[in-house]
């Protein structure tokens, strides 16, 4: 499955479109991560803990969305756009990553 966040792809036509596809992450960080964010973003650098629940949610929406297109018959998603948003209802901090897509046929 191809996924790119152009409008098209050199060299191949777009044959049909399939209509739009989505794939959605919410994961929770935990009291520990976020108390360590904290103090990183007093005394600077890098929240590792926190990149990598990013980077877990966002590979679960690509694939959340690639399954779908397939399921629709496609072979490529067109124009993908990632939406990173943080949540926080009351306690602790939850990461949402959304990604939207076109699911298409190339030739």
């Given at each position: 499955?191809?996924?790119?966040?152009?409008?098209?792809?050199?060299?191949?036509?777009?044959?049909?479109?399939?209509?739009l596809?989505?794939?959605?992450?919410?994961?929770?960080?935990?009291?520990?991560?976020?108390?360590?964010?904290?103090i990183?973003?007093?005394?600077?650098?890098?929240?590792g803990?926190y990149?990598?629940?990013?980077r877990?949610?966002?590979?679960?929406?690509?694939t959340?969305?690639s399954?779908?297109?397939?399921?629709?018959?496609?072979?490529?998603?067109?124009?993908?756009?990632?939406?990173?948003?943080?949540?926080?209802?009351?306690?602790g901090?939850?990461?949402?990553?959304?990604?939207?897509g076109?699911?298409?046929?190339?030739?």
């Open positions: 499955m191809l996924i790119t966040t152009t409008h098209s792809v050199e060299g191949r036509r777009v044959a049909r479109y399939l209509g596809v989505t794939g959605e992450a919410i994961l929770g960080a935990n009291l520990f991560k976020d108390l360590f964010a904290g990183r973003d007093l005394v600077g650098g890098r929240s803990a990149e990598g629940e990013l877990k949610a966002r590979e679960i929406a690509l959340e969305m399954q779908q297109a397939q399921a629709l018959g496609a072979n490529a998603v067109l124009g993908v756009d990632l939406d990173f948003e943080e949540i926080s209802p009351g306690q901090t939850m990461l949402m990553v959304t990604a939207t076109t699911a298409v046929v190339l030739e």
